[in-house]
């Protein structure tokens, strides 16, 4: 067994600095590449890419990735673990099978497939047989809108992917898998670690929970003496370097930007946390009240102590649903007294809504450079403001309101107050909401698939 | 006397759904019990007044000298209902590093804030 596993992390959202992979590879040496795509609601705009073209629906950018850096994680025996697979896992494979046969490495890996998170075509069934799926928010029964669903996956857990790399795959492609999950699995295949060790799986899924968002716990965010951090123009994408007890070392490649210090690992630890103790994957129950950090020299910091409960019997499902329309306008108004043309301008606007008879689910406005972030913390915008942003926001279930109020916007310009500019873009675009469902789901009603695909 | 928060901790926020969560954490050991005693959950709550239409929530992570706040029904809806220009709540952080709290003189000499 191995004494030391190094985990890179790639991508910490789709859409994520595009060479960091490629950095992650080449800057030093590591065993795994671990690269999160899918955000809540990634998987509906997948469903919509494949429902316009079957062999779609998966994160492209991960096939020209894979025919970059596969050569060399061939050659220096770096694995690969990915969500990227998204609404079309086989589809995805399939991709960078092709991709790896034009490598001439036809013979020379494998690569492992997890399905079984879709559950779209079983959710009558599911539903008849009284699993309620209730929104986990608002505690709606899912029958309001049943109509309007656009995708329903589970996220699984580590499990399906250890089998996969314990069968000797070299890249695992899943589709709706947890971020934690995909640095979890390496671990537990490679230090054997039993699937109830809830204190080692609970260390795990921290490591990558600190990960999992990319370089936002090596330097990028970091509110922390921001303005001392080191060249974030290269900055280094965070490595998990740990050891079969479970603890690791957050760190990075020498010589790349950003740092590795304490106060930016906490950062990235208390992201997007909900009650500390009870930080739930399919995995375990992490709890984050028992890690302890410490210096283990420069853009070092070990990660220790960290224990876990039994994992819960659910699943979580992201279910995405229509959710109806909506569109953003913006204008410019300039000094002289522009909080107060803004403010007259959206005075105007609503108005002229209100006199075309249109009915809106919401209509929002802020003011860009008074209170757009902080809204009344701010305080009284400034007399003197070089300028405001207007920014109204409508939402509804009639798309053709939307779409009148799109060209409510430019005609500000000619017939409002002066000083104003800031409207080349044309109008509005009208976006369709898809929104995001939580719930959850017995385990037993789940079945993980995992196939080996030879290259 | 009156100190911002700002001097005392850093801090990061994100989103679940309609409910921010923000994470605050003190710049030393020494700070971090003047954030338990000071940052309740119901002064968050008042702070955030007009913008968190539900309830605040906080949990101690003491061995970070941390406190992770939920600000629920903050987002307009969240994720892609919200019409807000900041709709996974990542500026709440900076919004509560504007709170000001009350310390002693002998307080903010000890902990070489005065």
Same mark, same amino acid.
């Given at each position: ?35 999160? +795509? ?31 850096? $596969? ?93 996969? $790399? ?104 208390? +992201? ?20 302890? $950090? ?23 499902? #992201? ?5 109806? +329309? ?7 108004? #300039? ?46 915008? #400034? ?73 | ?114």
């Amino acid at each position: 067994m191995k004494q030391q596993i190094r985990i890179a992390a790639g991508q910490g959202f789709w859409g994520d600095l595009p060479d960091a992979p490629v950095h992650q590879v080449e800057g030093g040496p590591i065993d795994y590449l671990m690269l999160d +795509y899918l955000a809540e609601v990634t998987m509906s705009i997948m469903q919509k890419q494949r429902s316009r073209d079957p062999s779609a629906g998966y994160a492209k950018d991960f096939v020209p990735l894979m025919k970059q850096i $596969l050569p060399a994680c061939v050659e220096r025996d770096i694995r690969v673990t990915a969500n990227a697979g998204g609404v079309n896992v086989e589809g995805c494979a399939t991709a960078v099978k092709e991709v790896a046969r034009e490598l001439g490495l036809s013979g020379k890996l494998k690569i492992g497939i997890v399905t079984g998170d879709d559950i779209m075509p079983r959710l009558d069934e599911l539903l008849g047989r009284g699993v309620a799926m209730r929104n986990m928010d608002t505690g709606a029964a899912l029958d309001t809108v049943r109509d309007r669903i656009q995708s329903a996956n589970v996220y699984l857990g580590a499990a399906p992917m250890v089998e996969a $790399l314990n069968a000797g795959a070299r890249i695992v492609i899943t589709g709706r898998a947890t971020d934690t999950g995909l640095t979890l699995a390496p671990l537990i295949h490679e230090f054997g670690w039993a699937i109830d060790d809830w204190n080692k799986l609970a260390a795990g899924t921290i490591a990558g929970h600190i990960i999992e968002c990319g370089a936002q716990c090596s330097g990028g965010n970091c509110q922390y003496e921001w303005r001392s951090i080191p060249n974030l123009a290269a900055v280094g994408f965070p490595i998990v370097e740990a050891s079969p007890d479970g603890s690791f070392v957050i760190t990075k490649h020498e010589r790349t930007g950003g740092w590795v210090i304490i106060p930016s690992v906490k950062e990235q630890l208390v +992201y997007e946390m909900g009650d500390p103790r009870d930080y739930i994957t399919p995995d375990c129950v992490a709890d984050f009240t028992t890690v302890q $950090l410490e210096y283990e020299g420069r853009d070092r910091v070990r990660v220790f102590g960290i224990k876990g409960r039994p994992a819960t019997d659910t699943f979580k499902v #992201s279910i995405s649903y229509s959710a109806g +329309y909506k569109a953003v306008g913006t204008l410019v108004y #300039s000094w002289p007294d522009a909080y107060d043309k803004a403010q007259a301008a959206d005075r105007i606007l609503r108005g002229r809504l209100d006199r075309l008879g249109l009915k809106f689910e919401e209509i929002l406005t802020e003011f860009v450079g008074a209170n757009a972030t902080h809204g009344p913390l701010a305080g009284k915008p #400034s007399t003197d403001l070089p300028e405001v942003q207007l920014r109204v926001g409508v939402r509804s279930q009639n798309r053709a309101d939307v779409e009148r109020f799109t060209k409510e916007i430019a005609p500000l310009v000619l017939t409002g107050p002066p000083g104003v500019t800031g409207f080349a873009g044309g109008r509005p675009k009208v976006e369709e909401i898809v929104a995001y469902w939580p719930a959850l789901l017995p385990k037993t009603e789940i079945q993980p698939k995992v196939e080996l695909i030879e290259v | 006397m009156k100190i911002q928060l700002v001097k005392l901790a850093h801090a990061r926020s994100g989103d679940k759904g309609d409910t921010a969560n923000v994470g605050l954490i003190a710049f030393s050991d020494e700070i971090y019990p003047v954030l338990v005693r000071e940052v309740t959950a119901a002064r968050v709550k008042e702070h955030f007044k007009g913008i968190c239409k539900g309830d605040v929530e906080r949990f101690e992570l003491p061995n970070l000298g941390a406190l992770n706040f939920l600000l629920h029904h903050s987002l307009g809806g969240g994720g892609t209902l919200s019409l807000m220009t900041d709709a996974q709540g990542k500026t709440f952080s900076t919004a509560l590093l504007r709170m000001m709290i009350d310390i002693s003189e002998e307080e903010a000499q000890s902990l070489d804030l005065a």
